[in-house]
């Protein structure tokens, strides 16, 4: 197992980082820069700090199989404590961009509930 660096200051830089997300999320096109410089095995600095914001032990990932490792889940079991599941419903899910998956086998979500799609 192999940890590798979280936040420099988790607490700052977290809140920092949700604050530039859902400045990303509800300005499409904006660019935003994450304080995190380096990723976890093949995830980006990006991604990486993505996860450490959103994801915790109350919610489930789903990982594609092109960026599920044993330093991604390691990492992620011990800084987040995130559980990792093969159900393709879960609230979060994180894929590499030349898998293309299908959206139609995520949650859907709806207008009542648009918290059920994944994020």
């Known amino acids: 197992m192999t940890l590798l660096a979280s936040f420099n200051h988790p607490v700052a830089d977290s809140q920092r980082a949700f604050r530039r997300i859902l400045k990303a999320m509800s300005e499409p096109g904006v660019m935003v820069s ?3 410089e380096q990723g ?3 995830l980006s600095p990006a991604a990486t700090a993505v996860l450490l914001t959103l994801v915790d032990q109350e919610s489930a990932l789903w990982l594609d199989s092109r960026v ?3 330093t991604v889940r390691s990492n992620l079991r011990f800084h987040t404590g995130v559980p990792i599941v ?3 419903h879960a609230p979060f899910a994180l894929t590499h961009a030349a898998s293309n998956p299908d959206p139609a086998q ?3 979500g709806d207008n009542m509930s648009p918290e059920k799609a994944p994020r």
Do not use: C, K, M
Request: hydrophobic share 35%.
């Open 34 to 36: 994450l304080p995190l």
């Open 68 to 70: 599920d490792s044993e």
């Open 86 to 88: 093969e159900d393709r």
């Open 106 to 108: 995520f949650a859907p």
């Open 40 to 42: 976890w095995g093949d």
